[in-house]
């Protein structure tokens, strides 16, 4: 009988620290919320406005939408 009741209390213990670290997973991959506002530019080329960071730069630092406007500018 006191085998039962420790064999019923150590699954009980490995239940509740599976359940735990199911939640942590799950917090962790929430979403994360934006830090804020992103910076837009606009193509040198075509007026097209899109996010600083995937903009194609050239050496005077217009921004281009794409690589094929920025060659087209040169």
């Known amino acids: 009988m006191k085998l039962l009741?420790?064999?019923a209390?150590?699954?009980?213990?490995?239940?509740?620290?599976?359940?735990?670290?199911?939640?942590?997973?799950e917090r962790?991959?929430?979403?994360?919320?934006?830090s804020g506002p992103e910076r837009m530019v606009s193509c040198t080329a075509c007026g097209?406005?899109?996010p600083a960071?995937?903009?194609v730069?050239?050496?005077a630092g217009r921004p281009y939408c794409c690589a094929?406007?920025?060659r087209g500018a040169d």
């Open 5 to 7: 009741l420790v064999l």
């Open 9 to 25: 209390a150590v699954a009980l213990l490995v239940w509740l620290l599976r359940g735990d670290r199911r939640r942590a997973v």
């Open 28 to 34: 962790s991959r929430a979403p994360q919320a934006p």
């Open 48 to 50: 097209l406005h899109l």
């Open 53 to 55: 960071a995937d903009a």
């Open 57 to 59: 730069v050239d050496v």
């Open 68 to 70: 094929e406007h920025r």
